[in-house]
């Protein structure tokens, strides 16, 4: 905290963000080998990873959660005083918008790239995917047969009309699945492809749980969603009747996005930052990581957790993940036009 003092940054802290938790001043950044986390992900999913990392490197992980918009305009703000090493967020969307605001920094480490895929993360890994989450199509065992299931594309059939939840274009998860296609597809398919599922007068829900619990309450019959939610609504009920069509088998396949991380742009512990990037990179950190959420390991040499691993396994769409980043944007305009709100 390079001219700044403790002090200053924890009023600041106080001001800008009272959600932040765990602070511990007293021991500030500043000392070496103790590395600050800002992260969007919550206390329960991150813990017990920096707990084995501090266990086996020495080095302290404090750690502020808030909300992945909260955190990007605090780095913003505070930029070269900022005490933040570490920036952890969801959504290849949300670490593309930081890494292009100039929040993060890229680092070459063969670690990474042998455990993360290169298409889960940044070029120069100015962030780097940590977990996979797929988005399949979700349908009722009750009122669908999965064979009347194929493809997104398909869920324009007029066979849909008024049988379809979706979430709201709101949010980044249904911006980035739409980015993504707009990069696979191309624009005017996908305002095609999306015109088709407006055509089928669709529920649109602001959580994808609310969604899941629709389908099963009989407000619709098929969703596209996160699989995370199901599996929680599964871990409590086994017989919730729901399950996952995992979408575009013969082409593009299921569409994934990441949770993941970078090193900001003004650390001042730099080698740190980087050890536990790749540490959480690791068999061991990711299956903590993976199975505290129900999500997919981002290094494809980890299994899922037994609960995710009845579903089969899939073909996840490859496309570069950073388009979810690149073309959200284009996505929002796209949705706008035809009136998916
Ligand atoms: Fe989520």
């Known amino acids: 905290m390079r001219g700044i003092s403790p002090g200053i940054v924890l009023v600041v802290v106080m001001v800008l963000t009272p959600t932040f938790v765990h602070l511990r001043p ?16 919550i206390e329960q999913l991150i813990k017990p990873m920096f707990d084995a990392f501090t266990a086996r490197t020495g080095i302290k992980v404090t750690y502020f959660t808030a909300k992945a918009a909260e955190l990007f305009e605090r780095l913003r703000a505070e930029g070269p005083h900022t005490p933040a090493d570490i920036f952890m967020t969801v959504d290849a ?64 059939h007029p066979r849909w009309r008024g049988r379809l939840c979706l979430r ?17 597809l191309a624009e005017r398919r996908t305002e095609e492809v999306l015109g088709g599922w407006m055509k089928n007068q669709p529920r649109i829900f602001n959580s994808d749980t609310q969604m899941l619990k629709a389908i099963a309450a009989g ?8 699989t995370y939610y199901l599996a929680r609504l599964q871990a409590k009920d086994p017989g ?28 001042k512990h730099r080698a740190e930052a980087v050890q536990l ?10 299956k903590l990581y993976a199975d505290a ?33 690149a073309l959200q944007a284009a996505a929002v305009k796209l949705m706008d036009r035809i009136g998916y709100k």
């Open 26 to 41: 007293a021991q500030g950044a500043s000392e070496a080998g103790e590395i600050v986390v800002y992260s969007a992900r």
């Open 93 to 156: 969307g949300n670490l593309w918008m930081a890494e292009h605001a100039g929040l993060l920094q890229g680092f070459t480490s063969s670690i990474i790239e042998q455990n993360i895929p290169a298409h889960l993360r940044a070029k120069n890994n100015a962030w780097v995917g940590l977990s996979v989450r797929a988005r399949p199509i979700m349908y009722s065992t009750d009122r669908v047969k999965p064979s009347d299931l194929s493809t997104y594309e398909a869920l324009g």
């Open 168 to 184: 709201t274009s709101r949010k980044v998860y249904t911006q980035s699945l739409v980015a993504t296609m707009i990069k696979t």
């Open 219 to 226: 407000q619709c019959d098929v969703a596209i969603a996160n």
């Open 240 to 267: 919730f009747p729901v399950a996952v069509f995992w979408a575009n088998p013969n082409d593009r396949g299921v569409h994934v996005n990441i949770s993941g991380a970078g090193v900001t742009k003004f650390t």
């Open 277 to 286: 990037i790749e540490f959480l990179s690791s068999p061991e950190a990711q």
């Open 293 to 325: 959420n129900y999500e997919y390991p981002a290094n494809p040499a980890v299994k899922p957790h037994r609960l995710i691993a009845a579903w089969g396994s899939y073909k996840a769409d490859t496309v570069d993940v950073a388009a979810a980043g």
